[in-house]
């Protein structure tokens, strides 16, 4: 397993070209075709997650809230699961304001 970031995307069709994610990372193009003789890579050929990137974090911030909605369950697994830190936090922060509101210091 591997990470690899898209260089290009061809203008006239759907096909794109990939680079390492490390510097120094051997060329991808011998690996676009079983001959090794294509300059572009056909979408169909990738295996796992193509993801683009920066998302403006309007967007990202509505579509965590749709899976909040649908499926509170799965939504916290995956968040845990990929941002501990960040749930552990929100997690304390919760705890702390719950406390406050329906235990109040006399």
Known sequence: S????VKAIHECGPALQTVGDLPG????QPLYSADGSANWLDPS???GTLAAGPFPLQRVLKVV????????????SFFVTSQPI????L???S?????CIFSPMS
């Not at 909605?69 to 916290?76: E, G, K, R």
Request: a positive charge.
């Open 2 to 5: 591997y990470v690899r970031r």
């Open 86 to 89: 960040v749930m552990l936090w």
């Open 91 to 93: 997690m304390f922060l």
């Open 25 to 28: 990372a051997p060329d991808d």
């Open 45 to 47: 050929a990738v295996r």
């Open 65 to 76: 809230l749709a899976f909040m909605i649908l499926s509170p369950a799965m939504a916290f």
């Open 95 to 99: 705890s702390l304001a719950w406390n």
